[in-house]
Every structure is written in C-alpha cells, then in structure tokens.
C-alpha cells in the first residue's frame, strides 16, 4: 500500500512543495502566513494533519527561512503529525562546517541542532539533505538522526541517495528530534 503525504512548504520553497506533491501524489497543505510591520511572522496550519503522513520542504537559506522551517515543523509535530519528512534542498552555511581560526562560530552545526531539537512525531522524523558541500554535517545533527542525502536531484529523483540509519525505511520515534539527555 502507498503512503500518501500532506505536503507543506515554506514560502520560499512554494514552488517545489507543488512538485514533490504532484510527483508523490500528495496533498498540498495549506498555511496562513502573515508578516507584521515589526517583522515577527503569524503562521496557522489550516489543513488537518492529525494523524497524517507530512512532509516539509524548506532550505535555511536565510535566518528567516530557518526559523520558519522549525517554527512550522514545530507545530505540524503539535498537531498531530503522524510522521514527518523534512525535505531540506539547501542547507546554509555548509561551507562553514568547522572553525579554522580560534572562537568562530561553526553555523552549519548550531544549524543542524536547532532542527535536531524538532519535537518527533508519533511514527518518527526523517530528513532529506540534497547536494550538501561537505560530507560531515550529518554528522551534526544530535538525538541518532535518521538522515538521508543525496548528491543532487535529476528528472525529478534523488541521485546518490545514501542513508545515514541503514535498514530504517523510518526513524523511530525520538532519533530526530530529540536532544540525548
């Protein structure tokens, strides 16, 4: 039996969240958003998810980007979702990866644990890092992750697609998303 997908986006990856839906046969889930003069975001879930397979496509292409894919993994997670695959097709700051010089900040790493710190759906999180520019940012991502990358997408489909958890189809609950205590 095949799974069916809501599919969510966040605005700057609207247009891909249509593709992996149509391509998946998916749902395209819809979000109220709204920015305010101040610049803080309102954003509400208006289709259901309880219970529902989910995926979410966002790059952290920008501070804000970032922040509008985890406030929304966040809540897709509170309502409900079934499970959740993150569709990441950018990942900021990969070639900041390791400091080189004394006290610099290595983002790509404070990056990959602000998403590992996403609550976990009841059936598990995955998520899909495309065309990284190092090999090691896995790696950074805290709680076993259940990652997979690939080298870059061609006619549509992951090329190289190399798992991170092999054997899991799906995370169990709390291998992403979770912080080890």
Same mark, same amino acid.
């Given at each position: 039996?095949?799974?069916? $997908?809501?599919? $969510? @986006?966040?605005?700057?990856? *609207?247009?891909?969240?249509? /593709?992996?839906?149509? +391509? ?16 803080? %975001?309102? /954003? ?14 966002? !790059? ?7 922040? =509008? ?11 409900? *979702? ?15 990866? %390791?400091?080189?010089?004394? !006290? ?7 990056? *990959? %644990?602000? +998403? ?6 009841? /059936?598990?999180?995955?998520?899909? +890092? ?11 991502? =805290?709680?076993?992750?259940? +990652? ?6 061609? !006619? ?15 995370? %169990?609950? @709390? ?7």
């Amino acid at each position: 039996m095949s799974r069916s $997908f809501v599919v $969510f @986006g966040i605005r700057s990856y *609207a247009a891909i969240a249509v /593709q992996v839906a149509e +391509l998946t046969k998916g749902k395209l889930g819809e979000v109220d958003v709204r920015e305010f003069p101040d610049g803080e %975001r309102y /954003q509400r879930i208006v289709t259901n998810v309880s219970d529902k397979d989910v995926v979410l496509v966002g !790059g952290t292409i920008s501070d804000k980007a970032t922040l =509008e894919i985890y406030d929304l993994a966040c809540a897709l997670v509170k309502y409900g *979702a079934r499970s959740l695959d993150l569709i990441i097709p950018y990942f900021g700051y990969s070639t900041m990866e %390791r400091a080189v010089k004394l !006290g610099e900040v290595v983002t790509a790493k404070t990056r *990959a %644990r602000l +998403l590992s710190s996403i609550p976990s759906a009841s /059936q598990g999180n995955r998520a899909l +890092l495309l065309d990284l520019h190092s090999d090691g940012i896995p790696h950074y991502f =805290e709680g076993n992750p259940c +990652l997979w990358k690939t080298d870059g997408v061609e !006619g549509g489909a992951p090329t190289g697609r190399k798992g991170l958890c092999p054997g899991v189809d799906r995370c %169990r609950p @709390g291998q992403m998303g979770s912080i080890p205590r």
